[in-house]
């Protein structure tokens, strides 16, 4: 493991940030109902509060001592949704989520994704218990951990600190961001990590098996998470943005996006302005794809900038002839 340390006492994260970071991949991980899958309502889960003869007897409590010890489960597939697979241990739900299996394709398409999980079930899967909480109801598991050492993780987990330089391997990718394999423990780089510019999805910037270097974060030591970012280890294109453009400069740029409310356009190395599509051109048009594709070279006019919130507006009305308009 390659390591190179870069202390950077600028930047701490805050409980909430850490929360909020994480705050996606729960969301979409945990189970919900679907029409062709099995869900944890299709069960009955016993709560915290329900009474056990002995304390060896509480499930909830026999997770808590597995997790801490580390232990392996072969456990059979019972269900799955678009979130993952269920599997069944001593009366209680678990939840597998996709992001913690070993051997699932990436796909971009839901009902692609559930045709895959659905070769699961019935199968048994070698998984640990990476985190159990009583009051909520959740048990949930990982194949991944499973293939991990307890020592070789707390390993690099103890060496690890926000500011290091490491290098790793993308492992998996998500709609909330890409897993990285940093040699025996993974690290996730949220979607909001990987670029300065707008990302929305992981596969537009990384790759499966791709190597790369990233910046740690924060490392949580008690729930084994460890917080990446790939657009650290650049220059702050934001960073002052108002030094450099001005309301009524025109600049030269590649549309790199076309949406519904308008078009993205590069200016400088994950850094877009956004014209939106009331400045797109004079008349009516149907979509701003009618306007303009991407991968096309424009000339704009700078609007406003705003380096702290981020915001470069621009117009591609009344600019030179290189739009194809009258200056």
Known sequence: MNLETTPDPSHHLDDAYWQALFQQEDTLDLPSSDEHTQSFDSFSVPSYEEHYPTETENPWELAQQLLEADELLELKVIGYNKGGLLVRWNGLQGFVPASQLTDLP???????????????????????????????????????????????KERILSRLKPGDII?????????????????????????????????????HIVKPQQKVKVKVLNVDLQNERIALSLKRLKRNPWEGVESRYYPGQLVEGIVSNVVNFG????????????????????????????????????????????????????????VPSANGQKP
């Open 263 to 318: 078009a993205f356009v590069q200016l400088e190395d994950e850094l877009e302005g956004l014209v939106h599509i009331s400045e797109l051109a004079e008349g009516v048009f149907l979509h701003p794809r009618n306007v303009v594709q991407v991968g096309d070279r424009v000339v704009a006019r700078v609007l406003s900038v705003n380096g702290e919130a981020k915001r470069l507006a621009l117009s591609l009305r009344n």
């Open 167 to 203: 290098e790793g391997t993308i492992t998996n990718l998500t709609d909330f961001g890409a897993f990285v394999d940093l040699g025996g423990v993974e690290g996730l780089i949220h979607l909001s990590e990987l670029s300065w510019s707008r990302v929305t999805h992981p596969g």
């Open 106 to 152: 990436q796909f971009h398409l839901p009902g692609e994704r559930l045709r895959a999980l659905r070769q699961w079930m019935g199968h048994t899967l070698t998984l640990k218990i990476i985190e159990v909480n009583p009051r909520l109801n959740r048990l949930i598991l990982s194949e991944r951990a499973s293939r991990v050492k307890a020592e070789t």
